[in-house]
């Protein structure tokens, strides 16, 4: 089963995509235009470089960067620009590619997408062969199934199986995959339009999910026990079930997904899940998303009121700038809308700071109009309750991780380090500036804790309380046994 080189397929793609979507922009135009983003939007560019005299190792990555930029085309320029962002080591400063083409364009893409034979007799072969690297098998998520195969020392490609997309048929290669280490791919996915979308740093998490913007693959074979815990539907959807008479588990696999559809699993099993006396949650790979937690929070709350919040002390704190005060202003498009004055006019206040004093950090604190008692329910049951999480556990996730071990003294963390991307939080992404870009935007986050200096959690992400012992196959497993031998104690 011969293939063309995966870097000449990819080069030669790149290429042709290039001629299909003219780009009049050149690297080193997008790379001004990212730099100059970067150091008057984003928080930490001023904690890394301008608080250690401007960083000798910053200047001399920025200096090799843009002199390389003057080589490197408009379509090769992803790489130098992801290497910028790297320097600040920051999950929440990233590129992402979303490529605009029309119909003629995304017809004239689909001629070169390359084929690969992989009848169903060969698929069974493939199945039951040895695997060499945990991403080869085959993968699905809730459009498509593809299989993953070696066809080089470090390089992969996505063959597809089926795919709810007509045009895409069984044998087109939909993955472009590169090992860079242990558990890190470089990839390019071809979009259901033909276009090609690079993501790097790209991880397997619990041995059984492939997740990386806005897609999240989980594994079907070779088979693994935390097949058990995934929706084979649509590997996006949080999980219930009674693991036995004494333990339920949830599992959240990402917070990319409407509250509402947590809130109703919650609600289906309310009567489980405030009877039964151990509760797993596991946001193992949950990379962030969106605030869903609400239901889950009341459920592990052990303190019948919240800590009271001290009169005129901010939350968190932003870098004024034009784009930062466009943001908050974004923000409060609801509450204009619906004429709330007060909303209006918190932040009106805060906009006018943000445009007046650009460079100094302004503080900054969500609009709340809730008045009078803020009692909570505090539930008999679960008694026990475990939160799972790995490195994969990231943002959205890490925050729900540190609400509820601050609220709930029924709460053990389980597993390893989270990721470390919760220091600087909400993220805003813009359109690199550069006249003819209309594929490369940059995401960097808004807000940031003013504890970020005597206790910041990047560095080693949220320690669990007790590590699953490495080598576990079935995590919930191990947790659930340690649970019940807690409560025979």
């Not at 001629?19 to 100059?36: D, M, R, S």
């Not at 904690?47 to 200096?63: A, D, P, Q």
């Not at 996915?189 to 492939?210: C, E, G, M, W």
């Not at 604190?365 to 990231?394: C, E």
């Amino acid at each position: 089963m011969k293939l063309i080189g995966r870097f000449t397929l990819v080069c030669f793609l790149y290429f042709v995509f290039g001629k299909v979507v003219a780009q009049p922009c050149t690297c080193h135009e997008l790379l001004t235009g990212l730099i100059t983003k970067v150091e008057s939007n984003y928080a930490g560019y001023i904690h890394k470089v301008k608080e250690h005299k401007e960083n000798k190792e910053y200047l001399l990555l920025k200096g090799q960067l843009t002199q390389k930029s003057n080589s490197t085309n408009y379509n090769d320029c992803y790489q130098l620009l992801s290497q910028y962002v790297r320097f600040f080591n920051d999950g929440h400063l990233f590129i992402i590619e979303i490529p605009r083409i029309t119909a003629g364009q995304s017809d004239s893409l689909s001629q070169y997408i390359k084929h690969f034979d992989l009848s169903e007799e060969k698929l069974k072969d493939f199945v039951h062969q040895a695997k060499t690297d945990p991403l080869e098998g085959v993968w699905n998520d809730k459009s498509q199934k593809i299989a993953i195969l070696k066809n080089g020392i470090n390089s992969f490609i996505g063959v597809t199986l089926e795919n709810t997309n007509a045009q895409w048929k069984r044998g087109m290669i939909k993955m472009e995959i590169e090992k860079v280490k242990p558990n890190e791919y470089n990839l390019t996915i071809y979009r259901n339009d033909f276009a090609p979308i690079r993501f790097t740093q790209v991880h397997i998490y619990k041995n059984s999910v492939l997740p990386f913007g806005v897609y999240r693959f989980a594994r079907e074979s070779p088979v693994s026990p935390e097949l058990n815990y995934i929706n084979n539907t649509d590997p996006e959807l949080p999980v219930f079930r009674q693991l036995d008479t004494n333990t339920c588990l949830i599992t959240v696999p990402t917070a990319l997904i409407n509250p509402a559809i947590l809130d109703s699993i919650l609600r289906s099993n309310e009567q489980a899940l405030t009877t039964t006396p151990n509760l797993i949650i596991d946001v193992r790979g949950n990379l962030g998303g969106n605030y869903i937690w609400g239901g889950l929070q009341a459920l592990t709350n052990t303190k019948e009121y919240p800590e009271p919040k001290k009169e005129n002390e901010d939350e968190f704190l932003m870098l004024a700038s034009e784009d930062n005060a466009d943001y908050v202003f974004g923000m409060s498009t609801y509450l204009r809308n619906t004429k709330n004055s007060a909303g209006v006019a918190h932040y009106d206040t805060l906009i006018a700071k943000l445009r007046n004093f650009p460079g100094e950090f302004i503080g900054f604190s969500f609009y709340n109009s809730a008045q009078g008692n803020n009692k909570r329910t505090v539930y008999k049951f679960p008694q026990q309750i475990a939160i799972l999480m790995d490195k994969g556990t990231a943002s959205a996730g890490e925050a729900f991780v540190l609400s509820v071990k601050a609220n709930s003294d029924k709460v053990t963390l389980y597993g390893e380090n989270t990721y470390g991307m919760i220091d600087y939080m909400n993220t805003n992404a813009k359109k690199i500036p550069c006249q003819g870009n209309n594929s490369y935007y940059y995401g960097y986050p808004t807000f940031f804790a003013p504890s970020i200096k005597t206790s910041p959690v990047n560095p080693t992400g949220i320690k669990p309380d007790i590590y699953v012992s490495p080598g576990t196959e079935d995590w919930i497993e191990w947790v659930k046994l340690d649970l019940s031998n807690k409560k025979k104690k």
